[in-house]
């Protein structure tokens, strides 16, 4: 901008600029004042939301994480159920025992008695499944050995706090330290067992889920038969040796709606006596749960405002413990897509109830439960054959020499620009992009052909499609030829059923967010 | 040399090299903001600097908001406007803040050399 120029006269002081300068630099100033004053509010308000308790539990993960085929997200939810503070402090007797009705701090230990993954496809249904708390896995980065999944997180603490004790380390650091590898533990140990890449993990203990229901109470659920589960009093001897174990919520409700207060909405999630199905209810009731919560935070407009979805985590950032590469902003706004109806919850079957070493567990078999959950997020073909028993799930990470594979996709099926999107997600997993154009033929399956020195490559894309890859001279060396048939669904994609879990095989009825779901 | 050929092209500059190379603004764009907020606040006339101080956050913002709207515009749709644009002004502040603060330090730096000058 010109300015006047104001002549000196004999050495004086130069006189006045031009009121239109001064208006002018006034105008400057305030905008760039605006600018930051609104920059500084933003960088508040961001590290508000990011001032959420954070872990570097997924870095062992990601180490070994199977490969994404898209660019969907994993978000593991462990409901931890500790009587204890972040710091490892015992919570207050009369707290426990009165409002939480969670029997005493001495009961309980480390046990993540809900876990829930939950799979954000690029579009499409967002699928969340349970794994069952009881179920006998093989546990990773504990003590390596089979074991109820809950337990994974114990084991693992008790080792790490052993180890870090002899270091001198104690007190709230011990705590935290130490519950850094629980959640390794939890997490490896999900990941193998499903061979699915775990993104993000948020965890929430008893008191983080009361503080969270506290501050969205009254919350609405709905059972589809009334319920009345007496609190039994744990009977001890005179040494403390249990003679009879305690057990019950105190949770008394009608078939049909209800409104629960925190402590209620404790002991509807938390009940497992008194149900047909024991703690697979449980699992549901966790599931439907989440659902009315989800529910209710949609109605009030919460997930699509962040002034409102900060004031709630004002409230619960104590309680919560996220990964540090979580930014609350990207998950700001993928959360109006988990609302609306668009989130199925489902239960991994278990094979059968067994004994071992005189505990009650879950016998399930991984290599189905992996090939459920492929088939749930779209990652497979629902046709695609059972791998043979004690052999793990086709891995779904692309070769080593995948960069040297061109790969040609081309569309036989109904769905419109299938071909780019195919190429596109076989780019991003490091192949190279070849042709993408429709198809003179229209098979009902995809076929996968391979050129020359591309068959590990084709064998690997085939498991995306629930193919078998077979040679073809009319393929050039180093291709590999997809030809989508007209069955194709993009993985990832609303399958034509809409529920995709309608086939398979899973415990017990999916519960369906959008509303408040009855369960028993 | 003009005093908005810095004030311009190095921001500019930094932003398209973080681009490029970095794969998103960082910290070559915020050095560059810095510098170059510094050195026309060098290279400018006494009548210049307030526009070169006052300037500095706007043109740190402005070009940050420009080159990563055009690097991935994709996101700015729908839901990602207001977190984009959130997370995009919010990661902007501290560098508008010490581009501010190098462009007051050389007005000030200069300052002092012109009275010492006057008084040598």
């Not at chain 1, 954000?120 to 699928?127: E, F």
């Not at chain 1, 519950?179 to 008893?206: M, Y």
């Not at chain 1, 429709?438 to 020195?453: C, E, L, M, Q």
Request: proline letters at 6%; hydrophobic letters at 40%.
């Amino acid at each position: 901008m010109a300015e006047q120029r104001t002549p000196r006269r004999g050495g004086a002081r130069p006189s006045r600029p031009a009121p239109l300068v001064i208006a002018g630099r006034t105008v400057a100033c305030g905008v760039s004042l605006a600018v930051l004053a609104v920059s500084g509010f933003a960088w508040y308000t961001v590290n508000d939301l990011n001032g959420v308790t954070r872990s570097h539990a997924l870095d062992e993960a990601k180490k070994n994480a199977p490969k994404h085929l898209d660019k969907s997200l994993n978000i593991l939810l462990i409901g931890l159920d500790s009587r204890k503070d972040m710091d490892g402090n015992d919570l207050p007797k009369e707290f426990v025992q009165d409002e939480l009705h969670a029997g005493s701090s001495e009961i309980g230990g480390y046990n993540t008695n809900s876990l829930i993954v939950l799979h954000i496809p690029p579009s499409g249904k967002v699928q969340a499944v349970s794994i069952p708390r009881d179920d006998w896995v093989q546990t990773y980065g504990a003590d390596g050995k089979m074991h109820k999944v809950k337990e994974a997180y114990g084991f693992a603490k008790d080792a790490a706090e052993q180890k870090l004790r002899a270091k001198g380390v104690k007190g709230a650091d011990l705590e935290h330290q130490s519950r850094e590898a629980g959640r390794s533990a939890t997490i490896q140990t999900v990941q193998k067992l499903l061979d699915i890449p775990i993104d993000h993990f948020a965890e929430v203990n008893l008191l983080g889920f009361y503080d969270i229901a506290k501050a969205l109470q009254p919350i609405t659920v709905c059972l589809n038969k009334p319920v009345n589960d007496p609190i039994v009093s744990r009977v001890t001897d005179s040494k403390g040796n249990v003679i009879k174990p305690g057990g019950g919520t105190g949770l008394q409700l009608p078939a049909g709606e209800s409104q629960l207060n925190a402590a209620q909405a404790l002991s509807f999630v938390r009940q497992r006596h008194n149900l047909t199905n024991g703690d697979l209810d449980r699992t549901h009731r966790q599931q439907a749960f989440i659902a009315s919560v989800e529910y209710k935070l949609k109605q009030q407009g919460v997930l699509d405002d962040l002034g409102k979805l900060q004031s709630l985590l004002d409230v619960v950032k104590k309680d919560v413990v996220i990964d540090d590469d979580w930014q609350i902003l990207d998950f700001a706004q993928q959360a109006p897509n988990l609302t609306g109806g668009n989130v199925e919850f489902n239960t991994l079957p278990i094979d059968k109830f067994a004994n071992i070493g005189g505990q009650e567990v879950n016998q399930v078999d991984p290599v189905k439960l992996r090939r459920i959950v492929k088939q749930l997020f779209g990652q497979a073909a629902p046709a695609a054959p059972a791998p043979a028993a004690g052999t793990d799930a086709p891995d779904a990470a692309p070769p080593a020499n995948a960069a040297d594979t061109t790969v040609d996709v081309l569309n036989g099926s109904p769905v419109t620009g299938a071909a780019g999107d195919e190429s596109k997600a076989l780019v991003a997993l490091g192949y190279k992009a070849g042709k993408a154009t429709n198809s003179d033929t229209r098979p009902k399956a995809t076929t996968v052909k391979y050129g020359a020195g591309a068959k590990d490559a084709a064998e690997q894309i085939a498991t995306r499609y629930g193919a078998t890859a077979t040679a073809a001279s009319t393929v050039p060396a180093g291709h590999v030829q997809i030809t989508l048939g007209t069955e194709y669904t993009a993985p990832g994609a609303p399958a034509t059923d809409p529920s995709p879990s309608a086939s398979l095989q899973m415990q017990g009825p999916p519960v369906k967010a959008g509303g408040v779901p009855c369960v028993d | 040399m003009p005093a908005a050929l810095p004030a311009l092209g190095l921001p500019v500059l930094g932003a398209l090299a973080d681009e490029i190379f970095g794969g998103g603004l960082g910290w070559l764009y915020a050095a560059c903001a810095v510098l170059g907020a510094a050195m026309a606040a060098l290279v400018a006339g006494r009548r210049g600097w307030w526009w070169i101080v006052s300037g500095a956050p706007v043109v740190t913002l402005t070009v940050a908001c420009a080159v990563d709207y055009l690097a991935r515009g994709d996101r700015y749709q729908g839901a990602g406007l207001a977190t984009q644009g959130l997370k995009l002004v919010s990661g902007q502040f501290w560098p508008m803040v010490v581009a501010l603060v190098a462009a007051l330090l050389a007005v000030a730096v200069r300052t002092r050399r012109t009275r010492k000058a006057h008084h040598g």
